[in-house]
């Protein structure tokens, strides 16, 4: 099984690297080489040279292509390429081998199908139409100049396995790619689910408000804690396709329009701000606009979430007040006790030098003990109001 899954990633390339239709069609290239060289055998023993050379420019062909979609990365040119060679082989096959006796339209078939599968829907259409226009004007020319389209059966024997060695190779490559289409298929769709479930579960459990918008603000998920606080607000019960702008504050939607905007061309916002809501009062939220993108890489939706911040900035406000006391004790401390305690020691010296006017110095000193007593209640008083709660 290891073996296996090492020789395909070796061949097609990993799921890691390479598109899902880039490994299909390097799978593809892959089979039509091998079937190239049934075909090639096949007809050298029948003689048919023509096709042979055909066929051997076409898998030189077809080598090329496969070589730069698989190691050289350049799937979108290889296979369209590998889409008009294949129009020029089957031409000249249809003419060289029977026209519709032989088994070209077969090809067709096949072919039409690797280019719908592997190439982005606005080349389907023309895909198709290129299919419809050339096998029409096929028949269209062998029916009206039929001398154009060589017969080169040798026996009706030599037909038959022919038409049917191309039958059933065609059904099976068919059924290959269309195989491993549908089981791709599958496992996305389960990996999707599982990975929908997980999300789904978590932004469920989550206590922050979660809205996915599409490019025309429509609703396409939200979470319980979002509806929950919509419904307290609004009275609204919300649900997908509604426009978020029934239930934006009309003071903030020129801001959510414009940062709804700024995340639908790749860039993701960051924001806080402050709403005084009727029912659940005022709140600060931190909001966050994030693209969405799909596996190719385009913004498809932007995901809104926000967080209350209500505790975060009661803490920051108790943490400012803090700081702005321990500036007004710095203050004191600088400035306010500097002069009381200048005039005590001042005034010491002087009743040491003068001792008979002691008593006035000393009813001098014990105001400027009061005041110096009075500065540090007023520390005392900051230091409390300093204090902040964990």
């Known amino acids: 099984m290891g073996l296996t899954r090492a020789i395909k990633t070796k061949l097609f390339g990993s799921e890691r690297d390479f598109s899902m239709a880039n490994r299909m069609f390097n799978m593809a290239m892959v089979a039509i080489m091998i079937v190239l060289v049934g075909y090639f055998v096949m007809n050298t023993l029948m003689g048919l040279w023509q096709r042979s050379l055909i066929i051997v420019f076409v898998f030189v062909a077809e080598c090329i292509f496969y070589y730069y979609s698989r190691f050289r990365k350049k799937f979108q040119v290889s296979i369209i390429a590998n889409g008009f060679v294949s129009y020029g082989a089957l031409v000249a096959n249809y003419f060289i081998n029977s026209g519709v006796d032989g088994p070209t339209i ?9 280019l719908v599968s592997g190439t982005p829907p606005k080349w389907h259409i023309p895909w198709l139409a290129l299919h419809i226009l050339i096998v029409t004007g096929l028949l269209v020319t062998q029916y009206y100049v039929p001398g154009r389209v060589v017969y080169n059966y040798p026996s009706a024997a030599a037909r038959f396995i022919d038409v049917f060695a191309t039958y059933i190779s065609t059904l099976l490559l068919m059924f290959i790619v269309t195989r491993h289409l549908r089981n791709y298929y599958l496992n996305e769709k389960y990996a999707t689910e599982d990975e929908q479930i997980k999300l789904t579960a978590f932004f469920e459990s989550s206590p ?6 599409n490019r025309q603000m429509e609703l396409i998920y939200f979470n319980k804690t979002a509806a929950q606080f919509v419904k307290a607000e609004y009275n609204i019960d919300l649900k997908e396709g509604d426009n978020l702008f029934s239930y934006a504050n009309p003071a903030y939607s020129k801001r959510f329009s414009d ?4 995340a639908l061309a790749g860039q993701t916002v960051l924001e806080e701000a402050f709403f005084n809501y009727t029912v659940n009062g005022k709140v600060w939220w ?12 385009n913004i498809v939706a932007v995901s809104f979430n926000a967080v209350n911040i209500n505790d975060r900035k009661a803490k920051e406000e108790k943490i400012s007040q803090k700081n702005q006391s321990l500036l007004k004790i710095a203050k004191i401390q ?9 005039s005590i020691i001042g005034l010491m010296s002087l009743i040491k030098e003068d001792k008979e006017r002691t008593p006035e110095y000393l009813q001098l000193m014990e105001e400027a003990a009061k005041e110096l007593d009075k500065k540090i209640h007023e520390i005392v008083a900051q230091t409390r109001g300093a204090s902040v709660d964990d």
Request: net charge neutral; charged share 20%.
């Open 286 to 297: 931190q909001m966050a606009y994030i693209p969405a993108r799909d596996r190719e890489g």
């Open 259 to 262: 940062n709804i905007e700024k």
């Open 334 to 342: 600088s400035g306010g006790l500097r002069e009381p305690v200048s």
């Open 106 to 114: 077969f090809l067709f078939f096949f072919s039409l199908h690797i």
């Open 208 to 213: 922050n408000y979660h809205l996915l918008l």
